[in-house]
C-alpha cells in the first residue's frame, strides 16, 4: 500500500501532533498511514523545520564567504610577493 498524500494533507496532519496535541499514534491510526511517516512529516514540517532551514542557510552563507576569503588571501599573499620581487628587480636596476 504505497499512498501518495498531498502536502496540504502532511501539514495537517503534523498540525494534528505539534498545535492539537495529538498523539503521533492515535494521529496515524486515525490517518491510517505508518507513524514512521507522520515523524518524518513532523520533521519536514514542523515548528523546527524553519529553523533547520535557516540555520541550513546560514551555514550555506558561511561556506560561501569562507572560500570567498580563501581565495581573497590567496591572492592578497600573491599581490605581496609579486611587490616583494618587484621591489627586488628595481634595486638591482637601480645599482647597475
Known amino acids: 500500500m504505497n ?7 502532511k501539514i495537517q496532519a503534523v498540525k494534528q501532533v505539534t498545535e492539537k496535541v495529538y498523539s503521533v499514534a492515535s494521529v496515524s491510526d486515525r490517518l491510517r498511514m505508518p507513524t514512521h511517516s507522520l515523524y518524518a512529516w513532523i520533521k519536514k514540517y514542523g515548528p523546527q523545520a524553519s529553523h533547520r532551514q535557516e540555520v541550513s542557510g546560514q551555514e550555506t552563507r ?3 564567504l569562507e572560500k570567498e576569503l580563501k581565495r581573497v588571501t590567496q591572492e592578497r599573499d600573491i599581490l605581496k610577493e609579486a611587490t616583494v620581487f618587484f621591489a627586488e628587480e628595481s634595486k638591482k636596476n637601480t645599482r647597475s
Open 62 to 64: 558561511s561556506r560561501q
Open 3 to 9: 499512498q501518495r498524500f498531498t502536502e496540504e494533507f
